[in-house]
């Protein structure tokens, strides 16, 4: 059973900068695919980015494309989200989590081991 924990969350002005870290233990994470969600107060946990077992592959909401970049380093097990030019929008809990299917998609019922997020706030 992999467990992951995120960091890197704080409040930062909009056009902004902040990257959050996921560190997994207790599996090998090295064997599947991950990603990133967030919830908003009162919204439903929503698909940001993915990223293949090797960094290869990647994929990213349309609200984030251009602005957030999802990476790993396998050898740390930590997978990161440099996020950019941040917007009031982007305020939300962020989670990690692995793909149980080691898939690069935004199915969030794709995803298991939830960490237990990191707030990213963003003000205007």
């Known amino acids: 059973q992999v467990q992951l924990v995120e960091s890197g969350g704080g409040l930062v002005q909009a056009g902004g900068s902040l990257r959050l870290s996921c560190g997994a233990s207790g599996g090998t994470f090295s064997d599947y695919a991950m990603g990133w969600f967030r919830q908003a107060p009162g919204k439903e946990r929503e698909f940001v980015a993915a990223i293949n077992w090797n960094g290869g592959t990647t994929d990213y909401a349309n609200s984030v494309k251009g602005r957030f970049t999802i990476s790993r380093d396998n050898a740390k097990n930590t997978v990161y989200l440099q996020m950019n030019s941040l917007k009031p929008e982007d305020t939300a809990v962020y989670y990690c989590?692995?793909?149980?299917?080691?898939?690069?998609?935004?199915?969030?019922?794709?995803?298991?081991?939830w960490g237990q997020g990191t707030q990213v706030t963003v003000s205007s």
């Open positions: 989590a692995r793909n149980r299917y080691n898939r690069v998609q935004g199915a969030r019922r794709s995803y298991d081991n």
